[in-house]
């Protein structure tokens, strides 16, 4: 899969105007089937590695409940998604100056009950994160199955988006945010576009 050529059909543009306007952008049918399902089983193949997020440095957060497993240079299939990620962030840095010079990415499966309450990625600035990114790799999802993300754009107003199989949901990464209580396994690709050099 090309990077360049994955974009070719991403409508750049609207993306730009969307951030530009409201703080966030919507790309539905990101990608070929076939490649998304690829992504699906490279995550299931690894579900046993991952840890729960919450769980920093023995310290456990109760604001989030899901599972993470950050992405390696072995992960072949999702290391294209982070590619392609690369390759918009040349068009953000054009567009807004954002001086994206590296991308951070991991699996994330909310499974039923689990949720990660109101937070920002990037609070007051305090971090590298410009732009947040989520894949939504799960093959089927119905309305009733919550997991959602509710994102405040940034002229306040507050918008629900459903975790649609093969969207991308584009967000500043300042901006407030949650992800509802999924009721079925929920499982992504969570990515920061970041003006330095992340480490994890």
Same mark, same amino acid.
């Given at each position: ?11 750049? /543009? %609207? $993306? #730009?105007? !969307? ?6 952008? *919507?790309?539905? %049918? ?24 919450? $769980?920093?440095?023995? =310290? =456990? ?5 899901? @599972? $993470? ?18 390759? #918009?962030? /040349?068009? #953000?840095?054009?567009? &807004? ?6 991308? /951070?990415?991991? &699996? ?12 920002? !990625? ?12 989520? &894949?939504?790799? @799960? ?5 009733d199955w919550g997991g959602e993300l509710r994102l405040q754009d940034k002229h306040g107003a507050w918008h *629900? ?6 969207? $991308? ?19 992504? *690709?969570?990515?920061? #576009?970041?003006? !330095?050099?992340? *480490?994890?």
């Open positions: 899969m090309d990077a360049a050529a994955i974009l070719l059909n991403w409508n750049i /543009e %609207q $993306i #730009l105007d !969307d951030l530009d306007q409201h703080g966030f952008s *919507i790309i539905d %049918q990101a990608y070929t089937q076939d490649y998304q399902q690829a992504v699906v089983q490279e995550c299931l193949l690894h579900l046993d590695e991952f840890r729960q997020a919450a $769980i920093q440095n023995g =310290v =456990v957060s109760n604001i989030r409940s899901d @599972h $993470i497993l950050w992405l390696k240079p072995e992960f072949s299939v999702s290391h294209q998604h982070t590619q392609t990620l690369g390759q #918009l962030s /040349e068009a #953000l840095n054009r567009a &807004f100056y954002l001086g994206i010079n590296d991308i /951070e990415a991991h &699996f994330a499966c909310y499974n039923a009950g689990e949720f990660y309450a109101l937070h920002r !990625d990037n609070p007051q600035g305090k971090n590298g994160r410009m732009i947040s990114s989520v &894949f939504y790799l @799960h093959e089927t999802w119905q309305d *629900i988006i459903a975790p649609k199989p093969n969207r $991308i949901a584009l967000f500043q990464s300042d901006l407030l945010h949650e992800v509802l209580q999924s009721k079925q396994q929920r499982l992504s *690709i969570t990515a920061w #576009l970041r003006c !330095d050099n992340s *480490i994890f």
